[in-house]
């Protein structure tokens, strides 16, 4: 049973990136604490695997494709949302994609298709749900965003960096923006979950893994699973006075300087 200040029976939370991953363990968990939940996924048949799941819960699930990187999607699916639910509670902006490429070579279009699918889509989510929800003077957001929103990761990551650092302001200014009417706006910054890109860097480079993990002091990489009880919690009224909040989901990996040292050793200086 949900404790009452969890309990999200009766509103209808919307998740991007719902096939898999994070999005896939946010949206069930929202279904779990009571929520009816809106799956938006490019992969169709995912999208209606995690339904099928929700509905065997009790709860009401409508998987919808969408592209997050085009308006046009994003405006059709809340259309779709007024006409089935009437309503939108929270949104979890899980989705988007990036380029990967050393600054010197990557080519402005891999900037700009980094930047609409994590920037430009996640605003888009944002300004349709904070219309709908000001004019019910209350509502959620999560934007997922990255410890490459506060921190440099290099590796080629300089357009995700510099769109994930986007995504970290947008959501301040948001906040900032809605809070004094009703809409909270939050972000979740992870380090490295492991899904199967990263495995599959893994698999193509061993090294990787042990480089990775000295940097997060509780041991492991995180799992899609990780997310689920903070996402309930900030869809919840548990949460009513948390917003603007930039809140790492990381194993400890901010809070060791870069310099620092995992494990046990003792040093003589």
């Known amino acids: 049973m949900t404790h009452s200040m969890f309990d999200l029976a009766g509103r209808v939370a919307l998740v991007t990136g719902a096939a898999s991953g994070m999005g896939k363990a946010s949206s069930l968990a929202l279904a779990e604490a009571g929520a009816d939940v ?67 070579v990557i080519s402005l279009d891999d900037v700009e298709w980094t930047w609409r699918n994590l920037v430009y889509g996640r605003f888009c989510m944002c300004q349709e749900a904070g219309r709908r929800m000001l004019a019910a003077g209350k509502g959620s957001i999560v934007n997922l965003g990255s410890l490459a929103s506060i921190t440099a990761m290099g590796r080629g990551h300089i357009a995700y960096s510099m769109a994930m650092g ?10 900032t923006e809605w809070s004094g009417r009703g809409v909270r706006v939050n972000s979740i910054l992870p380090a490295q979950v492991l899904n199967p890109g990263l495995q599959a860097r893994i698999d193509s480079d061993p090294r990787i893994k042990d480089r990775f993990l000295s940097g997060i002091p509780a041991g492991r ?6 997310i689920k009880g903070l996402v309930v919690f900030l869809a919840s009224d548990a949460s009513s006075w948390i917003t603007g909040a930039i809140i790492p989901m990381d194993g400890g990996n901010l809070a060791m ?8 050793e003792v040093f003589n200086e």
């Open 38 to 104: 809106v799956l938006a996924d490019l992969n169709e048949e995912g999208a209606r695997a995690v339904a099928a799941e929700i509905e065997s819960l009790g709860r009401r699930a409508m998987p919808v494709r969408c592209d997050v990187s085009k308006p046009e999607h994003i405006r059709a699916m809340f259309g779709l949302v007024d006409d089935t639910f009437g309503q939108i509670d929270f949104v979890a902006n899980i989705a988007g994609e990036a380029v990967r490429k050393k600054p010197e």
């Open 166 to 175: 986007a995504v970290v302001q947008m959501t301040r200014e948001l906040s």
């Open 221 to 226: 990489f995180g799992s899609p699973d990780d």
């Open 257 to 264: 300087n870069a310099g620092g040292s995992v494990g046990s």
